[in-house]
């Protein structure tokens, strides 16, 4: 009986130890064969083993009592924000966090100037700024109430729609007034329940009053942006365009 | 809750040890634990995944990922990988022993996507499909970013020590 041909992720299978019997005799068989990939499966494994004698110590601490479980949950139950929060994200839209597809956007890409395009740019330098921000990343908490409609209104000078990404996944953390150079914009903040981050600034368009979507890209930040009715909306993230692309439809049927 | 308890709080030590591995700083990563464990609590009760450890992991790399990056912002966004040198001097004779600080200063060298997979699957004892799930990509992904993290480890830590220690050397020289 001949034997399927020894593949790469054989080798690493092997590494790890989870083979099957027969097929880690195989590999086994050749590895004695072809001295280099025995060479190489060789320094894999004591690399594996000095990571995990290195970490070893980290992992024998006593655990500092900062992330005591008990204390951690006891501290977050009178709050109640989990009971108003259960989402039904069931149409999860599968996200990848700064993974980069294959998907090239060269020719959808936009040089700058004004128009929806300025605003593209100032939501992904919102973004950077905001979006990392563990402390205070919004100004003003979404709680679900008419306080947030009014500042959010407030900020963009006529009324907007808030858009609700919750059957992408997302829910609504709360916002924040912008500066940009064509005045105040209203930045909204959006996380998944793994901590992954949508902002989506919205303000009056001068220029591009009503325009189709587009995707936008600076550094590894992508965006989708469009205008309609003299306000301008971009939505940016670290997720891949397609994924970003569907959430950006779910805001657009919105507003 | 009880629930909650049960499942989370023996992955606390191995949390740690993975934030420790991606983010050096011993405080740092304590914080990064800290916020996971924060947002675990916060929606414990609607989690859509029957594994608890994969998808508290999930939590744990992406907080870890932002503060990478938002660090690399801060410095002026050199890529990891250009970071300088950091290794120390290897004597001839260590050639087939690889010590646990020379381990760690070599996986600083490599882009947080490597680093990920291998503390993962060789330190965490993530079987594949969980490491696929922690990471957000496919199954297939997750054993060709293996295999290449493997290699240019391997790299970096055969590399000749003439190579590796030149600000090493120099300052040895100096005093």
Not at chain 1, 55 to 62: F, K
Not at chain 2, 18 to 36: F, P, T
Request: glycine share 6%.
């Amino acid at each position: 009986m001949s034997i399927r041909p020894i593949t790469e992720d054989d080798l690493q299978a092997y590494v790890d130890g989870v083979l099957d019997h027969e097929r880690h005799r195989n590999v086994s068989e050749y590895l004695l064969a072809n001295p280099e990939a025995a060479k190489r499966v060789s320094s894999y494994r004591s690399q594996a083993a000095a990571l995990r004698s290195a970490l070893e110590t980290v992992a024998r601490e006593p655990v500092p009592s900062r992330l005591n479980l008990t204390t951690i949950a006891a501290a977050q139950a009178p709050g109640g924000r989990t009971g108003s929060l259960r989402l039904a994200a069931a149409a999860v839209v599968l996200l990848a966090v700064g993974a980069t597809g294959g998907w090239s956007m060269r020719s959808y890409m936009l040089t700058p100037t004004e128009g929806v395009a300025s605003l593209a740019q100032e939501a992904s330098a919102t973004y950077g700024t905001f979006a990392p921000d563990r402390l205070r990343p919004v100004e003003v908490r979404a709680d679900g109430g008419d306080a947030f409609r009014q500042f959010a209104d407030a900020t963009v000078g006529r009324p907007v729609t808030i858009p609700d990404l919750s059957r992408a996944g997302y829910r609504l953390m709360g916002g924040r007034v912008v500066p940009t150079a064509h005045g105040p914009g209203l930045m909204l903040m959006y996380e998944d329940d793994k901590g992954s981050r949508l902002v989506m600034l919205t303000r009056p368009m001068a220029v591009d009053q009503d325009k189709p979507m587009v995707a936008t890209e600076t550094a590894d930040v992508k965006g989708w942006s469009w205008a309609k009715n003299g306000l301008g909306y971009s939505l940016v993230g670290s997720l891949p365009h397609a994924d970003l692309h569907s959430i950006a439809n779910v805001a657009r049927s919105q507003v | 809750m009880n629930d909650l308890l049960l499942q989370v709080e023996p992955m606390i030590p191995a949390l740690r040890r993975y934030a420790r591995g991606l983010v050096r700083d011993a405080e740092s990563a304590d914080d990064i634990v800290q916020d996971c464990l924060e947002r675990v609590v916060l929606n414990w009760s609607r989690r859509h995944d029957d594994n608890p450890r994969s998808w508290v992991f999930a939590i744990l790399h992406n907080l870890a990922i932002n503060k990478l990056r938002q660090d690399a912002r801060r410095a002026g966004s050199v890529p990891i990988e250009d970071a300088p040198e950091t290794v120390g001097a290897r004597s001839p004779t260590q050639e087939d022993a690889i010590y646990g600080q020379e381990v760690m200063a070599a996986i600083e060298r490599l882009p947080p996507d490597y680093r990920s997979i291998l503390l993962l699957v060789s330190v965490e004892d993530l079987s594949y499909a969980e490491a696929a799930k922690v990471l957000e990509i496919p199954l297939g992904t997750v054993m060709s970013r293996l295999a290449r993290a493997r290699e240019r480890l391997r790299a970096i830590l055969e590399s000749p020590p003439s190579q590796t220690s030149t600000a090493g050397s120099y300052i040895r020289r100096v005093k």
